[in-house]
């Protein structure tokens, strides 16, 4: 009910078994809670193979009229406001009515989660749980492994290479691997080596064939080996080399021609490498993915900058989706006087997405950009020690000027806070929303997994589940990435499945939505006769000094929170 309450806010959809369960009033029977949903569109009727663009993809029919509004940051939000001359306007502000999220209730929710993860007898019930269902799965494959391989049989033309693929966790200038990458430098190098491609520290412009003279290398001394960009085993917690195998043959001056977006060369390099890979993915025809492009919060013209190098290269295909990545490198910037405070960034991050929803035609290549990006990730070394803490006394980020680095759960908070009002806006204007998919779990503080289930439709990483039960269990439980392919992949269960798209049997996917109802069946048994017994005698107070263990108190906190009226 917490996240179900926080991620609605952010106009993203919670899967209706979980939301109609956590709802659900003691008179209702349990089986009212697993209703059978109809099926929306007969799979018939729905083409496998999905539409392709033609024409422009960047020629977007839908330009909204201007909408006279008063964008103002408060407290690190951005508000949408009437006018000034507000009686002169019509009277539809009064009917918006856009919910502005909570900094209080989030650090109380928070504190409740984290005193849930903290309790012994809760993680004993969750590791148990964990335990069982691993052992029911193992069972389940030893009854039915043969009838799952009958079936995915049965289907022509289906296999693991035949059914449709997203790679949600790609950046951009990683997605092509280590030969391909040292095939194109040395194609660029022997075809336009006397291409202008940087400056010198004087100021006068370098050819690509001087830039290899000065590193020292010639396409012939260039291998796999000394391009060395491959994360291997030697980079496992060390963020610091994962980082430096971002630059070809360890020089930032090849990462800055080749890998960036906004160079000396606006990015044509970089451009025709990522071409060369979507090529890839459509030739391939069921592979899709969805790279990473940074926007650093550096300046507000970044938007700007990079709508206008996807437009004018022409980077686009059917099988690619964009996300955008934030680095949380506000000590970085500050250290180097480019930042005041913390506003500056998310200034320079949220205001022309809020501009360009007010009036698309102030930001026109922003415009056409965004109806291809699908959402926002947080990014950096997760492993760094959170040197502040993230409380009701934290200074907002109007008054965070300090030199120490924000902790992870204040950039999330004020990430989702301003997605939240943003999604909002261009749902309210007919535009398409972004999702928050931050990097979260692969190292550092497991209280990282609590922000993100609060405020994130999905993470990536999360190996840090695996010791904190709780939260592994509360991750099960709210069933993150639950949408298969096909016209009804909306509905849960076997109605939602198309073997003839996912190539999953129906036998699995039942398997799943039973496990699932299962799990949802016990608690919501424990809760309601827990109502049933603190209604007949003494009910227990959240402040009460008995002998009640921090669960029992924190739970007792946590009914008190109201379903949100999304």
Known sequence: MVEARHVSQSCIAVPPTNTDTLIISPLVPLDSCFPSLPLSLPFIDHPINPPG?????????????????????????????????????????????????????????????????????????????????GSKFALHSLLNETRESLEQKSVSHRDFYNIRKVDTHLHAASCMNQKHLLRFIKKTIRTKADVPVCLDRNGKTMTLQQLIDQIGVTPYDLSIDNLDV???????????????????????????????????????????????????LEESKYQNAEPRLSIYGRSINEWDNLAKWAINCRVYSDNVRWLIQIPRLYDVYHAKGSMKCFQDIITNVFQPLFEVTADPKSHPELHAFLQYVTGFDSVDDESKSDKVIFNHFTPTPENYSQQENPPYSYYIYYMYANLSQLNQFRSYRGLNTFSLRPHCGEAG???????????????????????????????????????????????????????????????????????????????????????????????????STGTHSPTKRALSGFKSQKPSKQ
Not at 60 to 71: E, G, N, R
Not at 116 to 127: E, M, N, R, T, W
Request: with cysteine; aromatic share 14%.
């Open 445 to 543: 503080n497991p209280n990282h997994l609590i922000t993100c289930f609060l405020l994130a439709e999905s993470i990536n990483h999360g190996l840090l589940l695996r010791k904190a039960p709780v939260l592994q269990y509360l991750y099960y439980l709210a069933q993150v990435k639950s949408f298969w392919f096909g016209p009804n992949y909306s509905q849960e269960g076997v109605m939602g499945n198309d073997i003839t798209r996912t190539n999953v049997p129906n036998i699995r996917i039942a398997y799943r939505y039973e496990t699932l109802t299962d799990e949802l069946r016990l608690l919501l048994r424990a809760v309601l006769s827990r109502r049933s017994a603190t209604s007949v005698g003494t009910p227990i107070s959240p402040n």
């Open 53 to 133: 663009t033609t024409g422009d993809p960047f020629a977007t029919s839908y330009w909204p009229d201007p909408m006279a509004v008063k964008l103002e940051f408060r407290k690190g939000v951005m508000h949408v406001l009437p006018p000034d001359d507000f009686d002169q306007v019509s009277s539809t502000w009064q009917s918006l009515g856009f919910v502005v999220p909570s900094l209080s209730s989030y650090i109380t929710d928070y504190e409740i989660l984290r005193t849930f993860v903290a309790d012994g007898p809760l993680k004993s019930f969750c590791y148990r749980r964990l335990m069982y269902l």
């Open 230 to 280: 491959h994360a291997d085993r030697n980079t496992f917690h060390r963020f610091d080399k994962f980082n430096s195998k971002y630059n070809p043959i360890g020089q930032s001056q090849l990462r800055e021609v080749f890998l960036k977006t906004d160079n000396y060369i606006d990015g044509a390099f970089f451009a025709h490498v990522l071409k060369e890979v979507f090529s890839d």
